[in-house]
């Protein structure tokens, strides 16, 4: 199987986020995947206002409901659907999203 595995997709439930760390040394990538009305999507984990992961806690990406991740740095909020930024300041830039699959029941990054 060529990509790299990420995890079960059931092991992400709907209107979760999980992130991860893949490859090694300067192919190493930081990576949240996240399920919102039963799709799933990867994004590189930075910002982009100033580059940093979006969480300070592990796994804790999402807003209340959801719908946004959310940059703890700056508060900057993501659409879910396509990265977008929405409000805080980088509004109408985007995470950069990664091409993912699930084959057999397991989510691949196929990038
Ligand atoms: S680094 Fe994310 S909002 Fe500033």
């Given amino acids: 199987m060529s990509g790299t595995i990420l995890c079960r997709a059931d092991e992400i439930a709907e209107g979760q986020a999980r992130g991860f760390l893949v490859g090694e040394g300067i192919a190493r990538r930081d990576v949240v995947l996240v399920r919102r ?11 982009p206002h100033q580059g940093t992961p979006l969480e300070t806690f592990p796994d804790k990406f999402l807003n209340e409901d959801g719908s946004l991740l959310v940059c703890s740095t ?3 909020r993501f659409r879910v659907e396509d990265g977008v930024c929405v409000s805080g300041p980088c509004v109408g830039k985007a995470l950069t ?4 699959d699930v084959r057999d029941g397991v989510v691949v ?3």
């Fill in 37 to 47: 009305d039963g799709a799933l999507r990867a994004y590189v984990n930075s910002c």
């Fill in 74 to 76: 700056h508060g900057a």
């Fill in 97 to 100: 999203r990664i091409a993912c």
């Fill in 109 to 111: 990054l196929m990038s």
